[in-house]
C-alpha cells in the first residue's frame, strides 16, 4: 500500500479524493492543512486520515500532493524545510514552474506538474501532467497511474501549460450553462427547463461530438441550417462579440497564469 500525503485540504485536493474513492483506491490518503474545520470534513466524506502537523505529514509520504494556492507554494515549501530523502512530488498549483519548485525544494525531491480538473469528482476527470527531462520513466508512470484513476491523462510540454490551463476547465461548460439558462429564462423558460434545455445543448452535444466520427463542422451545419433559427442565435452572437469575449478571456487567465510564475 501507498501513501499518497496532500498538503492542502481544499477544492481540489477533495475532487481528488472523491475520484480515489469512487475508483477504490488501495492508497492510504493522508491530508494536511492548517484548518481542523477541512480536516474533519474530508476525513468524515472520504475517509482521508487527517494530519495537522506539516513535516510529520511529509515524513509519511510515498508521493506528495501539493495542492494550495500558487501565491502560497513558496510559503509552505520554505515551511518544510530540509527533506533527506527521495520523495516524488506533484504540484497542481497553477502557473508555477518547475524551475521555481525546485528551487524552493531541491534534490532529493524529484517534481511534477500536473493540472487536474474538478470533474475528477466523477471519475471522468481530464489532467494534463508535464515532467522535467531528468525524470525518470518509473517516476513519470507512477504520477500517470496515479491520475488516471479517476480520468484521462495526458502529457504536454510545459511551455503549454498555462494555455492548456485556461483551456480546459469546467467553469467554461459552468458558466456557459449558467447563462445561457439565464437567458432563456428571460425569453420564458421556467428554471427547470432553461437548465434541461442549455445541459442538453452543452452536455448531450458535446457528447455526440466526442463519440461519433463526425466533424466538428458538419455538426455545426447539421444543426444550423442556413436561414433557421439556430443560424439566426449564432450569428447574432458572433455579432454581439462571442468569439471576442472568449479570446479576451482567455488572454486575460493566461495572463493570470504567467504572473503566478514570476514567483
Not at 79 to 93: E, K
Not at 95 to 124: D, I
Not at 195 to 215: N, P
Request: glycine content about 8%.
Amino acid at each position: 500500500m501507498s501513501t499518497v500525503v496532500f498538503l492542502g485540504g481544499g477544492r481540489i485536493t477533495s475532487a481528488i479524493l472523491a475520484g480515489l474513492r469512487l475508483s477504490h483506491t488501495k492508497d492510504r490518503l493522508i491530508v494536511h492543512d492548517h484548518n481542523p474545520g477541512k480536516l474533519r470534513q474530508l476525513q468524515r466524506r472520504y475517509r482521508a486520515i487527517p494530519e495537522g502537523n506539516l513535516q510529520r505529514a511529509v515524513a509519511r509520504a510515498d508521493l506528495l500532493i501539493v495542492a494550495v494556492r500558487p501565491d502560497s507554494v513558496g510559503d509552505l515549501l520554505q515551511a518544510i524545510g530540509d527533506i533527506t530523502r527521495p520523495l516524488l512530488a506533484v504540484s497542481v498549483a497553477a502557473g508555477v514552474p518547475l524551475r521555481v519548485l525546485s528551487k524552493e525544494l531541491g534534490p532529493p525531491v524529484r517534481w511534477a506538474r500536473s493540472m487536474p480538473s474538478p470533474v475528477c469528482r466523477s471519475g471522468n476527470g481530464l489532467t494534463a501532467v508535464s515532467f522535467p527531462v531528468n525524470l525518470s520513466r518509473h517516476d513519470r508512470q507512477r504520477v500517470r497511474d496515479f491520475f488516471s484513476t479517476f480520468g484521462q491523462v495526458i502529457e504536454i510540454p510545459e511551455s503549454k501549460f498555462d494555455a492548456f490551463t485556461v483551456t480546459y476547465s469546467s467553469s467554461h461548460g459552468y458558466h456557459a450553462l449558467a447563462t445561457l439558462a439565464k437567458a432563456a429564462q428571460e425569453i420564458g423558460l421556467d428554471r427547470k427547463t432553461a437548465l434541461l434545455a442549455a445541459a442538453h445543448a452543452f452536455a448531450d452535444g458535446i457528447t455526440a461530438w466526442r463519440e461519433g466520427k463526425h466533424s466538428l463542422q458538419s455538426l455545426l451545419e447539421e444543426a444550423a441550417t442556413p436561414g433557421g433559427i439556430a443560424a439566426t442565435t449564432m450569428a447574432a452572437m458572433d455579432h454581439a462579440g462571442y468569439g471576442r469575449a472568449v479570446r479576451k478571456g482567455l488572454k486575460a487567465g493566461f495572463r493570470r497564469a504567467r504572473y503566478n510564475a514570476r514567483a
